[in-house]
Nanobody
Framework: QLQASGGGLVQSGGSLRLSCAAS????????IGWFRQIPGKAREIVSC????????YYAESVKGRFTVSRDNAKNTAFLEMTNLKPEDSALYYC???????????????????WGRGTQVTVSS
């Protein structure tokens, strides 16, 4: 089971740190993905971290502002979001065990385990 948390309402330019805690799922060796979805639009990948070599991928829209990290010992992943913009407002999901191989430019949308989303709202 996965649970994302840390969302909230923040002003433009502000920061939030999302957490993804797992129970019954091992993070070590598995890719971690962060996705977001706006009502009426397709879910999009925001970032992922390889379970193979910890290399990371970021969508162009968040590059330089978001940072993904993980603590395998605690089975927890994080998404540090800074300089937030209104267009970052969405329901954010974490996922485990998918395809994330940034070293080979291979990043996929399919993951085996998904958590409930946490809402991020950025006001202008």
């Amino acid at each position: 089971q996965l649970q994302a948390s840390g969302g909230g309402l923040v002003q433009s330019g502000g920061s939030l740190r999302l957490s993804c805690a797992a129970s019954g799922i091992t993070f070590d060796g598995n890719a971690i993905g962060w996705f977001r979805q706006i009502p009426g639009k397709a879910r999009e990948i925001v970032s992922c971290m390889s379970g193979y070599d910890d290399t990371t991928y970021y969508a162009e829209s968040v590059k330089g502002r978001f940072t993904v990290s993980r603590d395998n010992a605690k089975n927890t992943a994080f998404l540090e979001m800074t300089n937030l913009k209104p267009e970052d407002s969405a329901l954010y999901y974490c996922a485990v065990d998918g395809v994330c191989l940034p070293r080979f430019s291979i990043v996929g949308p399919q993951y085996d385990y998904w958590g409930r989303g946490t809402q991020v709202t950025v006001s202008s």
